[in-house]
């Protein structure tokens, strides 16, 4: 079961890379915080991040590049590699930070 969600997770990764409009369509970006980063599958877990972080780079660029600053200084203080080392979890600190920054009200773009 594990193998046929991964690869459907890479099909509809794949229709959304291809169009943008996919991405809304299907609403992939909900389905991988609430479904996929939770996942127990490893696999599942690191693809999505992955893919959210490419995702991030290359439509929200201005927003993800704010955003990882932050994530590379918040490593770097608590001297934990870790946390961009694991694409999973940088992206799980990014949505962290961007949360933070909206509930403040800085008007920040949508990650």
């Avoid at 608590?78 to 930070?97: E, F, H, Y």
């Amino acid at each position: 079961a594990g193998d046929r969600r991964l690869a459907l997770l890479f099909a509809v990764m794949a229709r959304c890379t291809l169009d943008r409009a996919a991405w809304a369509k299907y609403g992939l970006s909900q389905v991988i915080r609430e479904l996929l980063l939770p996942s127990e599958d490893a696999r599942m877990r690191y693809y999505s991040g992955v893919y959210l972080l490419r995702h991030w780079q290359l439509n929200q660029q201005d927003t993800y590049w704010r955003q990882l600053r932050q994530v590379i200084l918040a490593a770097q203080q608590a001297g934990d590699d870790s946390l961009l080392d694991n694409p999973l979890l940088t992206a799980v600190a990014i949505r962290k930070c961007l949360d933070r920054e909206l509930s403040h009200g800085t008007g920040a773009d949508t990650v």
